[in-house]
T-cell receptor, first 119, second 109 residues
Framework: GAVVSQHPSWVICKSGTSVKIECRSLDFQATTMFWYRQFPKQSLMLMATSNEGSKATYEQGVEKDKFLINHASLTLSTLTVTSAHPEDSSFYIC???????????????FGQGTRLTVV | GESVGLHLPTLSVQEGDNSIINCAYSNSASDYFIWYKQESGKGPQFIIDIRSNMDKRQGQRVTVLLNKTVKHLSLQIAATQPGDSAVYFCAEGFQKLVFGTGTRLLVSP
């Protein structure tokens, strides 16, 4: 299957600082990327959906000013957690899918995830 | 609203047994479903998908069944192996991916 690379795999930051997480599709063009957050022993919670070249669509309850998403190219999307606080500590996972229009319903490929710890 | 849920949080089986993991969805407009496997500390891994114009789809050792009448799908794993131990999620994939609660599969040797 296609490869999605997420970086970094883990990061520790001080409260009040910002952290950027990168998600790259290595061998296909990702027209759509998804960002998820996962707490221990829980499911993946969709935070936002981003399409290349347009603004991300955030799920209800997700602060768009806190979780900045940029999808500037067909192979790269970034999630920036601004002014991070301990409650932002979590496992963040990106996903990418290619295809447009009738081909939108295709499998999505996931990155390895990023473990964020805010101290 | 959209929701995808699972019936059982944990399923324990013996090596060699067949495993069945169930999933219910509420959006009758859903037309694409995916099963993912997630190992601890890793991102989900694609297992198999099915579109709403199908009732059944088979892969290697896995079969997905879709019952649109009752909005239910299942994942069957044949001859379950210890390496199959993981958390399994179903996801509804129309336009965006919505994940279910997850079922932890424990395979004993």
């Amino acid at each position: 299957g296609a490869v999605v690379s997420q970086h970094p795999s883990w990061v520790i930051c001080k409260s009040g600082t910002s952290v950027k997480i990168e998600c790259r599709s290595l061998d296909f063009q990702a027209t759509t990327m998804f960002w998820y957050r996962q707490f221990p022993k829980q499911s993946l919670m969709l935070m936002a959906t981003s399409n290349e070249g347009s603004k991300a669509t955030y799920e209800q309850g997700v602060e768009k000013d806190k979780f900045l998403i940029n999808h500037a190219s067909l192979t790269l999307s970034t999630l920036t957690v601004t002014s991070a606080h301990p409650e932002d500590s979590s496992f963040y996972i990106c996903s990418a899918r290619g295809g447009v229009g009738q081909d939108m319903n295709t499998e999505a490929f996931f990155g390895q995830g990023t473990r964020l710890t805010v101290v | 609203g959209e929701s995808v849920g699972l019936h059982l949080p944990t399923l324990s089986v013996q090596e060699g047994d067949n495993s069945i993991i169930n999933c219910a969805y509420s959006n009758s407009a859903s037309d694409y479903f995916i099963w993912y496997k997630q190992e601890s500390g890793k991102g989900p891994q694609f297992i198999i998908d099915i579109r709403s114009n199908m009732d059944k789809r088979q892969g290697q050792r896995v079969t997905v069944l879709l019952n649109k009448t009752v909005k239910h799908l299942s994942l069957q794993i044949a001859a379950t192996q210890p390496g199959d131990s993981a958390v399994y999620f179903c996801a509804e994939g129309f336009q965006k991916l919505v994940f279910g609660t997850g079922t932890r599969l424990l395979v004993s040797p």
